[in-house]
């Protein structure tokens, strides 16, 4: 049996952090995922090297030294700096990061790197990477710097760019002490001036009604800076300012301002977001597609201009200058020599975004990524499930040009799982319901659909396992009781690995009806299983273990009952879950992911041996999906959040024959299937969901893996099964007309039957009527239960809002209207004073009386002055006798006092105001009362003269009674008016004849008063208009010539009478009408006279307003004159704080500087003493060769002179083994044969030690001199 040897990644794709750096002029370098992958630019050969920490968190290079670091994810993470080519690790950095680190820069004038920390302590670090130790930080430098850049030419200045500010870092050094001071640039604001003050932070002042905010101005925003070999920065901005500071000066010029007249019509709405500086200018990108070539010499001019595909993020330039690296967001690596050619080379496109899925095509160069996907085994195309329920055939034959052969409807939500047999026989898909679609997966049966199958849950995991006759499927499902994401129970099931397809297997409903699955139920829930050959593999994210399962064949028991399993053997898993599992095409190996990243491959015979390798970053969510390729020595996996893809090679021992004769047999199968497949012609339909589905755009392809739902939109196509379904429907249609007939026969039979049958037949058990019952009582409740939840919420919102509006005040807005105009007055509402306000009211009165007797008591002549002469307040008579003179305000205690007394004037104009409004509201009141007494008057006359006249009658609108607006009346209410039991026993207790009878008996008493007042002249005159003189009965009956004499008397006297009659009911109708006129006319005067009262009240309300307004105005006046003296104060105060804490800082400074002064006297007083020493040496040389002939002390002094060839002194700093190199190459002046002739050999070794400590002390005298001059 096969022994794994290693698994090594072979190749990675993706983009992770989006920034890429020069290791040296032909080499660079990104971060993809766990691993940093480096490409070269000419040769686009890559290398790799993985992170021996927890992910990758910041990345830089110094492409002069091939030197890199980059920090970890992880909690008090550790910076690794590597050497390139080597990829050596050179030194381990461990500091006080307690989280993370936002940025690193490396020097490229030494060992030196800078890095700062995120939260908590915001700490900026500079090392000295080589002896792995820190020469200074500082802390709390700000939470939001993006940029961290070494001046290229002195290491000991930094520039730290943040979203508001530029900061420059210097280190200052003094023997073994090292400090960083920080310089702020001051930058100008958005429209191009420098501010002549600080600005301090904004804050808000209310006193009572009136408000007023100060805000400060803004100022630029930077984006991007780079050094100038003058140790200078440009920095641009976002607003499109390009600005030159001095750091040792801290002087600011713009050099291009966007917003003047004479500014570049490409700037003008240019935003900077890099900045490099080449051989021929400033090369500057915004975010649009063009990257300019800058000259900033007396006024800044595009030079040159590269269009690009897409806009780019950052700029990097070469060491040698050369070459100019454009990166995007989106992956894509332009490079362009600006001084040999205008074209920019696209290096590289790294798709770029979070992968879905991926799988192996079966071949190794390419592989295709996309929401849920499988490739066939069988021929070269892959099985893409989309969002739209859908599942898509692309032919990969030509690896650039995909193209869509087939698609077929299958859900109306997400495709979810794709998954093909190892011999390529069937493709199964399911979505987030319990239906799995069983399809043909070979070309040369043009992916018919053979038919579907419903599990017992919600699908979680698919699995298949082909065989010698047939195809086994695994399927894990959700329980009624699983709800944590697992399932608890296991669906096997088998397919024939030929002749599925027919009426023997699928019902009419597109069911696979043949089918006779076993249900396993498992004693915890499971998150991912894999089949094997009678066994399978699984994932309890609840143990945190991988549980092996035989599964039995119960050929007892009926096939809805479920066979409870325990796991036979159980090992450690992934401390991080939930995690997939996966076996390999031979079910030799079983591969596991899950959230820490690691990929676990272990031998299924022996699944306590692990291999495992760190493929992604946990801090990234880990590993998504596994992919085993063919040959089962392969493997791919995709990370959640890290947006890239590792292939990791499987080396194992010895060889196995089967897996080779497997692979000789699916080549047969793909030199059969892949012509077919190429004949294909495209899908006709129009497919824009392509490139949204296969170039992985995950929008809503997120959301479909995270398991929710997708509802049926009404423009989704027809789905297999209801295509299925619809053809089976119409062949029934036949014959369910053929039967309609029939059956309607029948039921007429019936119906008649029916008649003749007793009403007993047709009544309901008492069971069913209960349930109905209890139904309609729950139906019921239900309903009831809204109501009166929409009943409470609404009563408390109309408590509240009766409270805060209505009750709250003391007087109510009211109006009163006019009877003949539009005209209307409102009244001012007023809430009652508070106590602390009374309070607040006495404490100023009694200030001011004693203020006013102190003042008369000094007996100082002053000219009076009315303190509000001039005010319309005074002039109305309403004054308070405690205000202040208005130019004897001094202090804010005057002003705030001022204020309340100036409101208490407000008060009395309202509350006198409210008092004549509330007279005339009680006169308006009256009137209506009087006419309507004389509409009354006047309807009794109209109804005495016959007269049907419309009366006006005017009464009191809402605006004039606003109470009303709280009350309901029972007009208002459309809805039928709903009874409880209890109101219905109410209503039949109660008796309308004695509810009345109460009312009736004052209605009756009113009349009667009324009749009496009237008198009995009044019933006379009315008996007057309806007494007639009937004529004799001889007039109807004869002519005037038949008339006797008595009978003519009659006549004569019953004319007379009816004359008589006739004018006295003229008479008495004159006087009802002069009657009616009068009372008309007093309505009318009354209220023509009501309407000229309030005008005149309008008028006053006029002035009133006036006068309040005006009062208002002063209170505002003398709010913001308190508001300007507190910022003034507050002002004073940070002043006097900055000034302690500059006075505090220079007497640190001063302490600081005594201190250095002292450390520089000694040091100058060592090297005075070194220096003589020296010296010393010079004058002793003779003294030390005494018994030498001074001929040979002249050629000895001259060689004590002489210094090796080619050897010049440096300095320590600059080459610390100069002294030792120096002494080496004294051993060729030391040798014997350069000793003069005749000369002792005692002698000439006396004399080489001798030069030897000159040597020394002169290294000494120069160390000393570079020290001290550091000083």
């Known amino acids: 049996m096969d022994e794994i040897e290693s698994l090594n990644v072979r190749w990675i794709q993706g983009f992770t952090n989006k920034k890429i750096e020069f290791v040296n002029n032909e080499m660079i370098c ?108 500082q802390a709390g430098v700000g939470q939001d710097i993006i940029s961290l850049v070494f001046n290229p030419w002195n290491w000991l200045q930094l520039c730290a760019l943040s979203s508001t500010s530029v900061i420059v870092w210097h280190i200052e050094k003094s023997d073994s002490i090292t400090a960083l001071k920080p310089r702020v640039v001051k930058l100008p604001e958005t429209d191009g001036s420098f501010a002549e003050r600080p600005s301090y932070a904004s804050y808000t002042v209310q006193h009572r009604t009136t408000e007023t905010t100060l805000l400060t101005s803004s100022t630029v925003t930077p984006s991007a800076v780079c050094w100038t070999p003058t140790s200078e920065i440009y920095v641009g901005c976002v607003e499109g300012f390009l600005l030159h500071v001095d750091p040792e000066n801290l002087s600011v010029s713009i050099l291009y301002n966007p917003k003047v007249g004479d500014a570049v019509p490409e700037l003008t709405k240019f935003s900077f977001q890099g900045l490099t500086l080449s051989k021929n200018g400033v090369i500057a990108l915004g975010k649009n597609t063009e990257v300019y070539s800058l000259e900033v010499g007396g006024q800044v001019s595009i030079t040159r201009t590269w269009q690009l595909e897409k806009p780019v993020d950052a700029v990097k330039l070469s060491p040698d200058n050369n070459t100019v690296l454009l990166t995007s967001n989106t992956g894509e690596i332009y490079a362009f020599n ?45 099985a893409v499930g989309t969002g739209a329920g859908s599942v898509l055939f692309v032919d990969l034959n030509v690896y650039e040009k995909p193209r869509v052969v087939h698609q077929v409807q299958l859900y109306h939500t997400a495709v979810l799982h794709v998954v093909f047999d190892q011999e390529g026989h069937y493709l199964l898909t399911s979505g987030s319901d319990s239906h799995i679609y069983v399809l043909e997966a070979k070309p040369s049966l043009r992916f018919s659909v053979i038919g579907c199958t419903v599990v017992c849950g919600r699908i979680l995991s698919l699995s298949t396992r082909c065989l010698k006759e047939e195809v086994r499927v695994l399927v894990l499902c959700a329980g009624l009781e699983d709800n944590d994401g697992g399932g608890s129970l296991l669906t096997a099931f088998s397919l024939p690995s030929r002749g599925l397809a027919g009426s023997d297997y699928m019902d009419r409903h597109g069911r696979l009806s043949a089918l006779r699955g076993l249900t396993y139920e498992v004693p915890h829930p499971l998150h991912s299983c894999s089949l094997g050959v009678n066994e399978a593999f699984a994932y309890c994210n609840t143990k945190k273990t991988i549980q092996r399962f035989h599964l039995i064949k119960d050929t007892k028991s009926i096939s809805s009952e479920k066979i409870k399993i325990k796991p036979v053997q159980e090992v450690e898993g992934h401390p991080l879950g939930p995690a997939s599992l996966l076996l390999s095409p ?79 047999s699916l080549k047969k199968t793909l030199s059969i299937e892949n012509p077919i497949l190429m004949k294909i012609t495209t899908c006709d ?141 409102q009244n001012f509402p007023l809430k009652e004073r508070t106590a602390e306000e ?99 008057c006047i309807r009794e006359i109209m109804l005495k003269l016959d007269m049907n006249q419309e009366l006006w009658e005017p009464c009191l609108t809402d605006a004039e009674q606003p109470e009303n607006v709280l009350t309901v009346d029972d007009s208002e209410i459309k ?46 005159q009315v008996d007057i208009l309806k007494t007639e003189i009937l004529p004799p009965e001889f007039v109807l009956t004869k002519a005037d010539a038949q008339l006797s004499e008595e009978e003519k008397k009659a006549y004569e006297e019953y004319e007379k009478n009816l004359k008589d009659l006739n004018q006295k009911k003229e008479k008495y109708r004159n006087s009802l009408e002069s009657e009616m006129r009068k009372l008309m006319k007093s309505t009318k005067d009354g209220t023509e006279g009501f309407d000229e009262a309030l005008f005149k009240l309008l008028k006053k309300k006029v002035k009133c307003t006036i006068a309040i307004n005006q009062e208002e105005l002063k209170i505002t006046y003398l709010v913001d004159s308190v508001l ?37 006297q000694r040091f100058q007083e060592m090297y005075d003493s070194i220096v003589a020493e020296d010296k010393e040496l010079d004058k002793n040389f003779r003294k030390d060769f005494l018994n030498v002939p001074n001929t040979l002390v002249d050629q000895l002094y001259k060689l004590f002179k002489r210094r090796p060839r080619g050897q010049k002194i440096k300095t320590p700093s600059q080459t610390p083994d100069a002294l030792n190199q120096i002494l080496k190459a004294m051993d060729e002046l030391d040798d014997p044969d350069k000793m003069p002739f005749s000369l002792n050999p005692s002698v000439w070794q006396k004399f080489c030690l001798v030069r030897r400590s000159k040597i020394e002390s002169e290294q000494k005298v120069i160390q000393r001199n570079a020290e001290t001059s550091e000083k």
């Open 975 to 1020: 809805a039928e008016m709903f009874f409880t039991p209890e109101n219905k026993e109410e209503e039949e207790r109660w008796t309308p004849g004695e509810g009345n009878h109460s009312e009736e008996q004052v209605d009756d008493g009113r009349k009667q008063a009324i009749d009496e007042i009237i008198g009995v002249f009044e019933v006379k």
């Open 586 to 664: 031979d079910c030799i190996w079983l591969a596991s992911v899950g959230q820490d990243g690691l990929l676990y491959v272990r031998q299924t015979a022996s699944m306590e041996n692990i291999t495992k390798l760190q493929c992604h970053s946990c801090n990234a969510g880990g590993i998504q999906r596994v992919s085993f390729s063919t040959d089962g020595l392969a493997l791919l996996t995709t990370g959640f959040r890290d947006d890239c893809l590792v292939c990791t090679e499987l080396r194992t021992r010895g060889l196995d024959t089967k897996r080779q004769s497997t692979c000789q």
């Open 1124 to 1160: 300007e003296d507190e910022d003034m104060r507050n002002r004073e105060l940070q002043l006097k704080s900055k000034l302690e804490e500059i006075l505090a800082q220079k007497v640190g400074t001063g302490e600081e500087v005594k201190t250095h002064q002292d450390e520089v």
């Open 30 to 137: 990104y971060t993809c995922g766990h691993h940093i992958c480096f490409l070269n630019l000419k040769t686009k050969k890559r290398h790799l090297l993985q992170s021996p920490g927890r992910g990758i968190s910041a990345l830089t290079a110094d492409g002069s030294s091939s030197i890199f670091a980059f920090s970890e994810q992880k909690l008090s993470p550790s910076i690794f700096v590597y050497k390139f080519p080597e990829l050596a690790l050179k030194n381990e950095l461990k500091g006080t990061a307690k989280l993370k680190y936002t940025c690193l820069t490396l020097s490229d004038s030494g060992p030196f790197l800078g890095c700062c920390s995120s939260l908590p302590d915001y700490t900026l670090t500079v090392w000295n990477w080589e002896k792995a130790e820190p020469i200074c930080k």
């Open 338 to 382: 600006p001084e040999q050619s205008e074209e920019i080379v696209k290096v590289l496109d790294i798709f770029s975004g979070n992968f879905l899925a991926a799988e192996f095509l079966n071949t190794d160069r390419n592989i295709c990524v996309v929401t849920s996907l499988a490739c066939c085994p069988a021929a070269h195309y892959a």
């Open 838 to 936: 009374l309070e607040d009211l006495r404490r100023v009165q009694n200030m001011r009386k004693i203020e006013k007797a102190a003042s008369s008591s000094r007996r100082m002549k002053r000219p009076k002055v009315a303190p509000l002469t001039g005010s319309f307040s005074t002039q109305m008579g309403f004054s308070n006798p405690h205000l202040y003179d208005q130019f004897s305000l001094q202090s804010t205690e005057q002003r705030i006092s001022q204020i309340i007394l100036l409101q208490d004037v407000i008060y009395g104009i309202k509350t006198a105001f409210n008092a004549e409004f509330a007279a005339l509201q009680r006169q308006k009141v009256l009137e209506l009362q009087r006419v309507r007494d004389n509409n009354a």
């Open 685 to 825: 339909q129009e497919a824009p969901w392509l490139t949204h589905e296969v170039r992985g755009e995950s929008s809503d392809v997120s959301k479909q893996d995270e398991g929710e739902s997708c509802h049926k939109s009404p423009s989704s196509p027809p789905t297999w099964l209801y295509k299925k379904t619809m053809r089976s429907t119409i062949l029934e249609k036949k014959k369910l007309k053929e039967t309609v007939k029939q059956l309607s026969d029948t039921i007429q039979k019936l119906i008649v039957e029916n008649e003749s049958l007793p009403e007993e037949e047709f009544s309901l058990t008492v069971k069913e009527q209960r349930r109905l019952d209890t139904m309609v009582e729950q139906e019921v409740a239900l309903v009831r239960a809204g109501i009166e939840q929409d009943i409470v919420e609404k009563s408390y919102l109309y408590d509240v809002l009766k409270r805060e509006c209505w009750d709250s005040m003391m007087i109510k807005r009211t109006a009163i209207k006019a009877f003949y105009s539009e005209l209307a007055v």
